[in-house]
């Protein structure tokens, strides 16, 4: 094994269901259920278990809808589980939300950290006083971060003028700012063109390298490029695999195209039941 | 008919959020309340302020928390500004309806879900408290006229300043002119408390269509020879303020095909 | 990176209030920036302010042009009472404005981002957003305050204090108040009413609590203690007996009801369930 064996995410179980309102078909039936409400359980995670290691990087891929922001919010202590349970460096994420909060570091795609209309700088040494990060690790972590992901140029501007992918790449080295031992990216690569993505693709490996552990959710089997050890398919809530890429490409016996057919087939019989 | 269909899309809409109008029904109540103590001890040793009775002030500051939903439902207009900024505006205009009869119809079945729900039960419970006299079928008749027109006018302006909001490029600020408007419109206080000079002021701008009249024909403080007069007046505003935004907004329509937006 | 480092569980809480405290400034400082990002609307939105607290006031002198007593008071206790409470929500307004936003952010998910930084939820949102189109009433607040007390012949160096301690503690109510209504959020996704309920509630601070009904009375003293930003401490100048001693107690009265809006949207938080998935 090229990881260090202790687990740093256990989910045992995991289920989280929401409940939802429903309005009605037709006026008659809103105003009865404007009076008299009723509610439809939705599973959004129904009973998913795993084991991630530390500097593990695993793809989290499911489509639309199918439990990945769910989990994520999960393993980040933002939302409790109804069943079930999950550690996050030994600690229950929701529980010991702050000491979890330290170590964890959380990117979800098209939803920015940037202070809109501050100059990149800004959101930086704000983020720096958030996480109490010492000067001189600081001053660091900002150099190797400007380094890698060539955002020094960006550093003055105004971060509402930034192009999707100078926002990106500075939001990911917001992610990365206070040195977390896991991160989870919710959709990084979402509208960006390939150039960037091969960015995003280089920068996490290098992260990897560091020891890093990756949790990448995206309902792009793409994405599987930039996070290569290991495959998650998620499905209504249900883990349908949980292996390496290879084993998925063996699976499906070829190439990217093929994978994307295996994918569709397990969904397919999923559905099927 | 399309635009109904709006409206009634939007009428529909309130249904869906249960708590919400809770929390509504209580505000409505609870500043009808109060008024209600508030005029009471305004008027311990006195019978008459500004000319007005208790009864009087009473009866305008009442139905005026009643139709206060109904008012208010066309500030969603003040949006169009934004949209214009985001690009969202785009897809109005790719749309065969006009945007300002669109706005229109889909802030009056807001305020349609407003009156039935909240201010009619407020309307009826005040009655049956003996709270609230209910006047004449004649005067309640020319009331819903005139508040049908104080919605036209108080929308047109609020479109007027979201087109507004479009060619100063924020929206900021509008929110504060609508502060001022609010007392000019007598909403805070039936303009008889008004200094003579701010009086003659209010009487000469459109603001009192939008609020003034029609709570004065319910309440009577309006006589029965100022009843017709006060309805021109409102009806001339509204045909000017609908004709005013219209134009602006087909004028800020121009500028943005022109310039690309 | 080896193995697991033993994570530092438990800050104390004293230790965790000065970290709080110092990155405030840091905040104030992001805040302030950020408003001055655009110079035109930021004038513009001070102009607005300006006009927005004429017509305050236009609205104030019009109502007491007319009216010179309300009940039992006179026309300048009736103008102190008006001026604490617009000073409160002036206060309030500045500084934690925010609240008001909880129902956006839960809808946009944004929730989400403060859940996963090491620092208190409520904290983050309300520094995170800094009001500043609200100077021109706290202005006529201050204005009404001061000539108030002026004609009523109070104008003590010790009742300007109170006075201003007076409008912190009761813009802590406000606070309280409009976290439990925004708080709702959490199990609600749209809060426009209950915002407006929060708001409408200030309104019973603006006149003396005694025009209303025992009922009333009882529920802005008890329940939505509004009259604790305005009524009471104006009893401390005003009053006398134990209406002046209930007045003194309003800060601690502040500090009880935020304490019980802290808890509340911390319940609420927890019952939050996550917009979309």
């Given at each position: 094994m090229p990881y260090d064996a202790s687990p740093v995410i256990v989910a045992s179980n995991l289920s989280r269901y929401f409940r939802v309102r429903l309005d009605g078909e037709n006026l008659k039936d809103r105003i009865k259920r404007f009076i008299k409400p009723q509610y439809r359980v939705v599973k959004?995670?129904?009973g998913v278990s795993f084991s991630i290691s530390q500097g593990e990087s695993v793809g989290y891929i499911g489509l639309n809808g199918a439990g990945k922001s769910t989990t994520i919010k999960l393993l980040c202590g933002v939302l409790v589980p109804t069943a079930g349970t999950v550690t996050v460096n030994g600690l229950e994420p929701y529980r010991h939300r702050t000491a979890t909060a330290r170590r964890i570091g959380l990117m979800m795609g098209q939803?920015?950290?940037?202070?809109?209309?501050?100059?990149v700088h800004e959101s930086f040494n704000l983020l720096g006083k958030i996480y109490d990060i010492k000067p001189d690790v600081f001053k660091a972590n900002v150099k190797r971060l400007q380094d890698v992901l060539d955002i020094g140029p960006l550093w003055?501007?105004?971060?509402?003028?930034?192009s999707l992918g100078q926002k990106t790449r500075c939001d990911l080295a917001l992610t990365f700012l206070h040195d977390p031992s896991v991160v989870f990216l919710d959709?990084?690569?979402?509208?960006?063109?390939v150039l960037a993505r091969e960015r995003i693709r280089d920068f996490i490996n290098e992260e990897k390298r560091r020891g890093v552990t990756i949790f990448l959710a995206s309902?792009?089997?793409?994405d599987l490029e930039i996070v290569a050890d290991r495959v998650m398919l998620i499905h209504h809530g249900k883990l349908l695999f949980d292996g390496t890429q290879d084993q998925l490409r063996q699976l499906a016996g070829g190439p990217l195209v093929n994978l994307e057919e295996t994918v569709k087939r397990f969904y397919r019989e999923a559905e099927l039941g | 008919m399309k635009y109904l269909m709006y409206a009634r899309s939007e009428f529909i809409r309130g249904f869906r959020y249960r708590a919400n109008y809770w929390a509504t029904v209580i505000s409505a109540v609870a500043l009808a309340v109060i008024q209600w103590y508030l005029w009471h001890a305004a008027y311990t040793d006195k019978d008459l302020i500004a000319g007005l009775s208790l009864d009087q002030v009473l009866a305008y500051t009442l139905i005026g928390r009643v139709a206060a939903g109904f008012l208010t439902a066309?500030?969603?207009?003040?949006r169009i500004g934004s949209r214009v900024r985001t690009g969202a505006i785009v897809h109005d205009m790719v749309k065969p309806v006009d945007l300002h009869t669109q706005l229109l119809w889909q802030g009056l079945g807001r305020a349609g879900f407003s009156f039935v729900a909240t201010g009619l039960p407020l309307l009826l419970a005040m009655a049956a408290l003996g709270v609230l006299e209910i006047p004449s079928p004649g005067r309640l008749l020319l009331f819903l006229i005139s508040l049908l027109m104080a919605y036209v006018t108080m929308f047109s302006t609020s479109f007027l300043s979201g087109v507004f909001t479009f060619y100063t490029k924020?929206?900021?600020?509008v929110d504060y002119v609508y502060t001022v408007v609010s007392l000019l419109s007598g909403?805070?206080?039936?303009?008889?408390?008004?200094?003579a000079w701010l009086r003659t002021a209010a009487d000469y701008l459109?603001?009192?269509?939008?609020?003034y009249i029609p709570m004065a024909i319910w309440s009577g403080i309006a006589g029965p020879g100022e009843v017709v007069p006060s309805l021109i007046s409102q009806c001339l505003w509204t045909l000017g303020m609908v004709a005013v935004s219209k134009m602006a907004w087909s004028g800020a329509l121009k500028s943005l095909t022109v310039q690309g937006g | 990176m080896g193995g697991m480092r033993e994570p530092k569980l438990q800050e104390s809480r004293l230790s965790s209030i000065w970290r709080h405290a110092r990155l405030y400034y840091w905040y104030l400082r992001a805040n302030w920036l950020s408003l001055w990002a655009y110079p035109v609307p930021f004038i513009m939105m001070n102009v607005a302010g300006i006009v927005y607290a004429l017509g305050s006031v236009a609205a104030v002198w019009v109502l007491f042009s007319k009216i010179h007593a309300i009940g039992d008071w006179t026309l300048p206790e009736v103008m102190l009472i008006y001026g604490l409470s617009i000073f409160s929500r002036s206060l309030f307004h500045l500084f934690?404005?925010?609240?008001?936003n909880t129902s956006a952010m839960v809808k946009a998910g944004d929730i989400d981002r403060l859940l996963v930084r090491p620092l208190n939820p409520m904290y983050q949102l309300v520094a995170g957003y800094l009001d500043n189109d609200d100077w021109g009433e706290l202005l006529t607040a201050v204005a009404l305050v001061w000539t108030s007390l002026g004609m009523l012949g109070h104008r003590t160096v010790a009742n300007v204090f109170w006075c201003l301690l007076a409008s912190v503690s009761g813009s802590l109510i406000f606070a309280s108040i409009h976290a439990v209504c925004n708080g709702m959020a959490f199990f609600t996704v749209e809060t426009g009413g209950f915002s407006q309920l929060a708001w409408t509630t200030d309104e019973?601070?603006?006149?003396?609590?005694?025009?209303?009904?025992k009922g009333v009375r009882a529920l802005i003293t008890w329940?939505?203690?509004?009259?604790?930003?305005s009524f009471y401490p104006a009893q401390v100048i005003l009053g006398e007996g134990r209406l002046r001693l209930i007045g003194l107690l309003s800060p601690v009265a502040a500090i009880l009801s935020f304490a019980f809006a802290y808890w509340f949207w911390g319940k609420a938080m927890d019952k939050y369930q996550g917009v979309g998935n």
């Open positions: 959004a995670l129904d939803r920015t950290q940037l202070l809109w209309d501050l100059p003055h501007t105004p971060a509402r003028m930034l959709e990084p690569t979402i509208g960006l063109d309902h792009d089997l793409d | 066309p500030t969603a207009a003040l924020t929206a900021v600020g909403e805070f206080l039936p303009l008889e408390f008004f200094p459109p603001f009192k269509s939008m609020h | 934690w404005i925010e609240l008001m019973f601070s603006r006149y003396p609590a005694d025009i209303y009904g329940v939505i203690p509004v009259a604790f930003a």
